[in-house]
């Protein structure tokens, strides 16, 4: 089992930056694929962003350039880097780890989720 905790979320003017910080425990994420995903208050959850258990990194073409993920898995911890940020990005970001090295872009290919951070972005 592991348990996934985020934070950094908050509030940040058009333009301006965060980082996202997650958590894990019980287990090492050595060996898992990891990811981020958000949902905006009415919609989906949607696909930020992934990083296998390696060098391998996909991310959605609205964040692309934008965002970068970033895994330590001596810390085991996942990063996600937001730049420039806009209005749209305004959302609930959770990570997620799936127990294979790969990554993947569908929220059902993950097993473990955490609860969530808001980010708010504001014109």
């Known amino acids: 089992q592991v348990q996934l905790v985020e934070s950094g979320g908050g509030l940040v003017q058009t333009g301006g930056s965060l980082r996202l910080s997650c958590a894990a425990s019980?287990?090492?994420?050595?060996?898992?694929?990891v990811a981020w995903f958000r949902q905006a208050p009415g919609e989906e959850r949607m696909f930020v962003a992934a990083h296998s258990d390696g060098i391998i990194t996909y991310y959605s073409d609205s964040v692309k350039g934008r965002f970068t993920i970033s895994r330590d898995n001596a810390k085991n911890t996942i990063g996600l880097q937001m730049n420039s940020l806009k209005t749209e990005d305004t959302a609930v970001y959770s990570c997620a780890a799936r127990p294979w090295t790969s990554a993947a872009r569908l929220h059902d290919d993950y097993d473990y989720w955490g609860q969530g951070t808001q980010v708010t972005v504001s014109s």
């Open positions: 019980g287990r090492t994420i050595r060996g898992y694929g």
